[in-house]
């Protein structure tokens, strides 16, 4: 069965620092697809990234990146130089080849303090 | 803008009284999801429709049911809310439904059982 554990429950850092969100996932599956998605205080996931269990590459979009390890089944998103705007819960989620359906983490409530 | 509406954003009713939802969407999408959402949880997934085809998760009471009319429009009918019904209802939708869609969420509905 697959399972995703996102650890921290909730992280609060002051602008500009950095911070990492983890997510570590469990499947037997070999094709997969890990998902990030933002949910601010108005309450509507965003999705926010894909990666497919073969593209081990991380990935940068302005001053998000995620890093995905299949060594260590993790799938982490760093924020560089957090905003006030960040301030919201992030879910990772994943996917198994054939479902029409993801299974999503705790999530994640980033506060980010002026 | 291509989007997913959730009437009404916030519904009260009383306990055991009978309540609907609406979702709708003009992305075109071939499936449609309804989650519930209760605090500092993940979403859960209650059920889905790939096209007209209905799928039941196995721990979605029998209290829930769905209706799905056409492509743009799907009901969550609630027939005899309890307290513990109260949660954040979200709507989304995938394109086709295989693993790597990512989901386009509604902003939910936040209902209240009094």
């Known amino acids: 069965a697959q399972k995703v554990t996102q650890a921290q429950t909730e992280i609060s850092v002051v602008e500009k620092e950095d911070v990492t969100l983890d997510c570590v996932y469990e499947t037997r599956d070999t094709t997969y697809y890990l998902f990030w998605y933002k949910q601010p205080p108005s309450g509507e996931l965003v999705f926010l990234i894909r990666r497919n269990s073969f593209d081990e590459q991380n990935e940068i979009s302005g001053r998000y990146s995620w890093n995905f390890q299949k060594s260590t089944s993790s799938f982490n998103f760093t924020i560089t130089a957090s905003q006030v705007v960040d301030s919201a819960v992030y879910f990772c989620?994943?996917?198994?080849?054939?479902?029409?359906?993801?299974?999503f983490g705790d999530g994640t409530t980033l506060t980010v303090k002026p | 803008d291509a989007m997913v509406i959730q009437n009404p954003r916030y519904q009260v009713t009383q306990f055991g009284k009978p309540v609907t939802l609406s979702c709708s969407q003009t992305?075109?999408?071939?499936?449609m999801y309804w989650y519930q959402q209760k605090s500092s949880q993940a979403p859960k997934l209650l059920f889905h429709y790939y096209d007209k085809d209905f799928n039941n998760e196995a721990d979605t009471p029998d209290n829930f049911q769905s209706r799905r009319p056409n492509t743009s429009f799907c009901f969550l009918d609630i027939r005899s809310p309890g307290l513990g019904d109260a949660a954040m209802y979200l709507c989304a939708t995938s394109r086709q439904g295989y693993a790597y869609d990512e989901q386009y969420f509604g902003p939910g509905t936040r209902l209240t059982v009094t």
């Open positions: 989620a994943l996917s198994e080849a054939g479902a029409r359906k993801s299974t």
């Open positions: 992305l075109n999408h071939n499936v």
